[in-house]
């Protein structure tokens, strides 16, 4: 158990969003006829990088209110960026 602890606080941030895109990537390949599917799996995809990046500037004591907002305003400009072009 020990073990497994120190795994996941050695676990960096970055490698977590780099092996999970091609997750994401495959899953809007795979559902490419349904739009409202696909716009789903992108919300969670724009979460995770959300919640990557404000961890990884917890981490690293960075984290102050104007970082905040502006991952916000960037994870909503690419939903309705991508929702405009998916439906």
Same mark, same amino acid.
């Given at each position: 158990m020990k073990d497994l602890t120190l795994l996941i606080q050695r676990l960096d !941030? +970055?490698?977590? /969003? *780099? /092996?999970s895109t091609p997750f994401f990537l495959i899953a809007l390949f795979w559902f490419r006829f349904a739009s =409202? +599917?696909?716009f789903i799996i992108f919300f969670f995809a724009t979460c995770f990088y !959300? =919640? +990557?990046a404000l961890t990884h500037h917890f981490r690293q004591k960075t984290l102050i209110l104007e970082i905040v907002i502006e991952y916000i305003l960037i994870a *909503? #400009?690419? #939903? +309705? *960026?991508?929702q405009s072009l998916i439906l």
């Amino acid at each position: 158990m020990k073990d497994l602890t120190l795994l996941i606080q050695r676990l960096d !941030l +970055i490698w977590m /969003f *780099v /092996f999970s895109t091609p997750f994401f990537l495959i899953a809007l390949f795979w559902f490419r006829f349904a739009s =409202g +599917i696909q716009f789903i799996i992108f919300f969670f995809a724009t979460c995770f990088y !959300l =919640g +990557i990046a404000l961890t990884h500037h917890f981490r690293q004591k960075t984290l102050i209110l104007e970082i905040v907002i502006e991952y916000i305003l960037i994870a *909503v #400009l690419a #939903l +309705i *960026v991508v929702q405009s072009l998916i439906l």
